[in-house]
């Protein structure tokens, strides 16, 4: 150590005698085995690779999942976080996560594009912010953006109001599509871990997200959301091998994060009653891909949720969200035509409103199944008509469908379906968080969101601004 200590001494004493710009090499302290940008194609691996770990993944789907009784927490966090414990503390990685990586790396993407001339790159990035954003906001509300990724010039950057930010995803989709349409194109775009580069395919989920942020205003809104849902469809989805979804692979190091979350954290999470329940009554063929049989019975059962259950007595969550090579899903058709059903029920459209619910839940059968089960179709879906078809029928179809996903959550906060959700909860508050509280870094380094939420008096039941 005191040699060291005498050569900085040495080193120090140097640079009072010369002048560092006559004779100290500028790049003696670059890393040649490190570069000073990281390539566009480099660096979009690595947001939808954090988009798949953690914004559908593990963190953020899987507390919701507990909220809306898809799960049942058994211990540890879990059961703290299903009876609605959930604290700045807890989230802290998500923020960081969708803040510090996904949405920085994005923007560096875009600098890049437009630097390069690539629209197409830039339209790439310019979805996955807008999805990023979307969740981000559905579940804090009032967030920061415009003022941030500045760097060291603004360390504590204002917080946009969810308005702001809805006009933002729009505008940037909208943006997007005009740049993945744009025929000339210096860069093609490479390292897509979702779509392989194919552009059309971008253009149809900008447009499918459209349709979602649309509809989610319908609170806000009233029926211009749903026109508006709908005006969107046409250039969006056809089919479920349109889905933005991202698949993770078979070495362990690349699996599925609830997988990982179960192989490390075994007896924390289990499938909840709820949920297996409302499959099983109607002899759903989702469920078999949804959950798994239990260890000690062999058989599929939930747990009663808050009854910390015995591990071994209780399924797990199945193959479809839960095996190592399972994707997630960011946004689907079947979704997209439950969205078309949902606005057209709103709009008083009991017919189209029927043709779409009906081909959602088909899409979302044959999506979990990888067959068209067309006896429990009919049997269970098809008989109805359009005088049967209600509102409520709707949301526990796409409740069902869009299993493990964040916009359940947000479906759920928005329209109140379905609305026996909440059996049986053991905490203090017997109510369901309405979002996500400020992560604790945030709240610590950054005296805008500290003096939004003091001011504000912020919990996690605020409702956000579209939440009515």
Not at 179 to 199: F, K, Q, R, W
Not at 362 to 387: F, R
Request: charged share 20%.
């Amino acid at each position: 150590m005191k040699k060291i200590n005498k050569y900085l001494l040495l080193f120090a004493m140097t640079l009072g005698f010369a002048s560092c710009s006559n004779w100290i090499d500028p790049d003696l302290n670059v890393n040649p085995d490190t570069p000073g940008v990281v390539p566009m194609e480099f660096l979009l691996p690595s947001v939808h690779a954090n988009m798949g770990y953690a914004l559908e993944g593990n963190d953020a789907a899987r507390t919701t999942a507990l909220w809306l009784q898809y799960f049942d927490g058994l211990a540890r966090q879990s059961l703290a976080q299903m009876t609605y414990s959930y604290t700045p503390a807890d989230c802290n990685n998500l923020w960081n996560t969708l803040y510090g990586e996904i949405m920085t790396d994005a923007k560096e993407v875009i600098r890049l594009a437009e630097e390069q001339n690539s629209p197409h790159f830039k339209g790439v990035a310019q979805v996955c912010i807008a999805v990023t954003l979307g969740h981000t906001t559905d579940l804090w509300g009032d967030i920061p953006y415009s003022d941030a990724f500045q760097g060291a010039s603004v360390l504590q950057p204002k917080l946009d109001t969810q308005a702001e930010i809805y006009t933002t995803i729009q505008s940037m989709l909208d943006d997007a599509i005009v740049n993945l349409s744009a025929t000339e194109n210096a860069v093609d775009v490479d390292g897509d871990m979702i779509y392989g580069g194919d552009i059309a395919a971008w253009i149809k989920a900008a447009n499918a997200l459209k349709a979602r942020y649309a509809l989610q205003l319908s609170e806000v809104n009233g029926t211009s959301a749903y026109t508006e849902a709908l005006s969107y469809l046409a250039a969006a989805f056809a089919a479920n091998d349109d889905d933005l979804q991202f698949n993770f692979g078979t070495n362990t190091s690349e699996y599925n994060p609830i997988k990982q979350f179960l192989d490390q954290r075994a007896g924390d999470i289990a499938m909840a009653s709820t949920f297996v329940d409302r499959l099983a009554v109607n002899s759903d063929p989702r469920l078999d891909f949804y959950a798994e049989p239990s260890a000690n019975g062999g058989v599929i059962v939930g747990s009663v949720p808050g009854s910390e259950s015995t591990p071994g007595d209780i399924s797990l969550p199945g193959s479809y969200i839960a095996s190592g090579n399972s994707p997630v899903y960011f946004m689907t058709y079947a979704e997209q035509k439950f969205i078309e059903a949902e606005a057209n029920m709103g709009l008083g459209n009991p017919g189209p409103a029927a043709a779409a619910y009906k081909e959602a839940v088909a899409a979302s059968v044959l999506k979990v199944t990888g067959e068209d089960n067309q006896v429990w179709l009919d049997a269970n879906i098809n008989a109805e008509d359009a005088a049967s078809i209600t509102m409520e029928k709707i949301m526990e179809q796409k409740y069902i469908a869009l299993y493990g996903q964040l916009q359940s959550y947000s479906d759920y906060r928005r329209t109140g379906f379905p609305n026996d959700l909440l059996t049986v909860i053991g905490a203090t508050d017997p109510n369901m968080p309405v979002r996500f509280p400020y992560a604790q870094d945030e709240v610590s380094y950054n005296l805008s969101v500290a003096d939004y939420v003091a001011t504000n008096k912020i919990t996690i039941n605020s409702k956000i601004w579209w939440d009515k």
